[in-house]
Nanobody, 115 residues
């Protein structure tokens, strides 16, 4: 079992910044990739960013240059630093991580960007 807990969401004005955290319960955290997803109001959950166990990262084109994903394996925590936020970045952000049997998800954290 893997438990993921997101935090750091909130209300921010356009152009502002937030840092989201995803804390994991599993001792094997460092061995697996970690993903961030966004579910905007009325839309399906969509992929935002990935960080591999080796620390390689990848981003959706919509956030490249504005968001940075990172991880601290000693703390079993991943982060999503979000800058130059836009109203379109509004929604619930989820982190997830795969295991052999299934993909685990956190409960999400709400981000609201006002114009």
């Amino acid at each position: 079992q893997v438990q993921l807990v997101e935090s750091g969401g909130g209300l921010v004005q356009a152009g502002g910044s937030l840092r989201l955290s995803c804390a994991a319960s599993s001792l094997d955290f460092s061995q697996y990739s970690l993903y961030w997803y966004l579910q905007a109001p009325g839309k399906q959950r969509e992929w935002v960013a990935t960080i591999t166990s080796e620390g390689d990262s990848d981003y959706d084109d919509s956030v490249k240059g504005r968001f940075t994903i990172s991880r601290d394996n000693a703390k079993r925590t991943a982060y999503l630093q979000m800058s130059s936020l836009k109203p379109d970045d509004t929604g619930v952000y989820y982190c997830s991580t795969p295991r052999w049997d299934r993909t685990y998800w956190g409960q999400g954290t709400q981000v609201t960007v006002s114009s």
